[in-house]
């Protein structure tokens, strides 16, 4: 049901953000690279976590090497949820999460505990930029979130 609050009807209003009003963009970039970094060791573990308005996965694919010559490698994707795809109208390749990939929720206690800031500043900042996102998605405003 928490994807749920991603799928808007209206445009986000500011008092929706109360959070990321408070931080500074420095701040919010912090909080994210925390994120971030969190994402990145639950896919070296081989797990998929799940953000809300999708999941960050490794999947399986091929690479063209040589002339004719594929080899499979992982890559580690976004993949968009089904339900927010068909509400906004986005298209997408379909990829699939494998199936012995567990999905996971990000753990906000640990990202708190490694970005310094409290837990639900963490959880409340990356609802709230998720929400914008979302905002963005529903206006069909250009949006660019970039990761490492």
Known sequence: AKMQKYLL????????????KELS?????????????????QLLKKRAVDIGIGSFA???TQASVAEGKVL??????????????MFYNLESDETKIPDETPV????????????HFRQEIVEQCVQETLL?????LRDN??????FR
Not at 9 to 20: I, M, Q, S
Not at 104 to 115: R, S
Not at 141 to 146: D, L, N, P, R, T
Request: with cysteine; glycine share 2%; hydrophobic share 40%.
């Open 9 to 20: 009807y209206n445009t986000v209003e500011p008092e929706e953000l109360p959070t990321l």
């Open 25 to 41: 963009t420095i701040e919010i970039c912090k909080v994210w690279s925390g994120m971030s970094r969190h994402i990145y060791r």
């Open 58 to 60: 490794v999947v399986p």
């Open 72 to 85: 499979p490698v992982e890559k580690p994707m976004f993949i968009l949820s089904k339900p927010l795809k």
């Open 104 to 115: 996971v929720q990000p753990d906000f206690k640990e990202i708190a505990a490694n970005t």
């Open 132 to 136: 914008c996102f979302a905002g963005a």
């Open 141 to 146: 405003k250009e949006v660019e979130f970039s």
